[in-house]
């Protein structure tokens, strides 16, 4: 069974610094996206990552994955107030191991960023 | 930009009532799912539905749960007699598969209380 772990699960930080997050899954993968959620609200596509060594940049988030550590890290730069939400990274379950189309999500990591 | 719909936003209920939660995938989707998220807690796979008929379900969709795609544009979640434990906010969410990206775009929710 396809498990995915983040890490932290709470981060507070001050604008204008760096950090990087973490997104573990334990069976094989080539898949794994990036979600974003405000409280209350749904949830918004951030990063679709689609191969080993994808890197995909959108304004002060970076992501990437490795999919031989089965692993994707989602690092910000020079934080801002507005990136305050929960971050969910999503891996998609291998097709040849029968896996259908559904996402499996990590328990996400509330990001506080401190003006 | 296309979206997924979701109807109605909140619903409050007595616990033993029957629920219908309704969604609009976008048009030229393939696959359509429920998750639902508790309160605070990660985004749980419910069910996924392709070609007419459920291709998935977790262990969570239980006899209680149903779906349907009654017509060619809505797709519903149907609870027969509801708990208290099913109080969480349901998200429906569509994908063209991994013949695409495999990315989920999510609707706003429908939160449900059950008193």
């Known amino acids: 069974e396809l498990k995915v772990e983040q890490n932290p699960l709470f981060l507070s930080m001050q604008e204008g610094k760096n950090y990087t997050i973490y997104c573990n899954y334990s069976?094989?993968?080539?898949?794994l996206y990036w979600y974003r959620q405000d409280p209350g609200k749904s949830l918004e596509s951030l990063f679709v990552?689609?191969?080993?060594?994808a890197v995909k940049q959108e304004g002060r988030l970076m992501a990437s994955l490795d999919t031989k550590a089965r692993l994707s890290t989602l690092h910000i730069t020079a934080a801002v107030h507005d990136l305050s939400a929960t971050y969910f990274c999503?891996?998609?379950?291998?097709?040849?191991?029968?896996?259908?189309?559904?996402?499996?999500f990590g328990k996400g990591m509330k990001l506080t960023v401190n003006p | 930009e296309p979206e997924v719909t979701q109807t109605p936003s909140h619903q409050v209920t007595q616990m033993g009532q029957e629920v219908i939660l309704r969604c609009v995938p976008i048009?030229?989707?393939?696959?359509f799912y429920w998750y639902r998220q508790i309160l605070g807690q990660k985004v749980e796979f419910l069910v996924s539905?392709?070609?007419?008929?459920?291709?998935?379900k977790s262990e969570i969709f239980d006899d209680q749960f149903s779906v349907e795609r009654p017509d060619g544009s809505n797709f519903t979640l149907k609870i027969r007699s509801t708990k208290l434990e099913d109080s969480a906010m349901y998200f429906c969410?569509?994908?063209?598969?991994?013949?695409?990206?495999?990315?989920?775009?999510f609707g706003e929710g429908s939160r449900l209380t059950v008193l």
């Open positions: 069976t094989t993968s080539d898949r």
């Open positions: 999503a891996v998609a379950p291998h097709i040849t191991q029968g896996g259908s189309e559904k996402l499996v």
């Open positions: 990552l689609l191969s080993n060594g």
């Open positions: 969410a569509s994908s063209r598969g991994f013949i695409d990206t495999g990315e989920l775009f």
């Open positions: 539905f392709y070609n007419n008929e459920i291709s998935e």
């Open positions: 048009s030229n989707h393939l696959y």
